[in-house]
């Protein structure tokens, strides 16, 4: 079993900033890829930033030069520093990630969240 736990999320003001983290626990081999998700109300899942575990990195569109996507290897951690937020960004982020158990089976696991609002 591999659980992931997510933390930083809050209330900020527009402009301002927030560094979410997400840290896996459990009987772990390796992480491949990680990333954050976020979910709206009244809106679908949305991938926001993937890490491979070589650190190539993605990003949607509309967070592409606010947000920076970046991992922890020795701590099985995942982080993301949010800056310039804005009103839109108001949702719940989760934390995916997948790779080995030390049983060598693939895992797929997502966390239960973190709220993030911006608002004034």
């Known amino acids: 079993q591999v659980q992931l736990v997510e933390s930083g999320g809050g209330l900020v003001q527009p402009g301002g900033s927030l560094r979410l983290s997400c840290a896996a626990s459990?009987?772990?081999?390796?992480?491949?890829?990680m990333a954050w998700y976020h979910q709206a109300p009244g809106k679908q899942h949305e991938l926001v930033a993937r890490i491979t575990s070589g650190g190539i990195t993605n990003y949607t569109d509309s967070v592409k030069g606010r947000f920076t996507i970046s991992r922890d290897n020795a701590k099985n951690t995942v982080y993301l520093q949010m800056n310039s937020l804005k009103p839109e960004d108001t949702a719940v982020y989760y934390c995916d990630a997948d790779g080995l158990t030390r049983s060598y089976t693939s895992f797929g696991s997502w966390g239960r969240g973190t709220q993030v609002t911006v608002s004034s």
């Open positions: 459990g009987s772990i081999f390796n992480i491949n890829a």
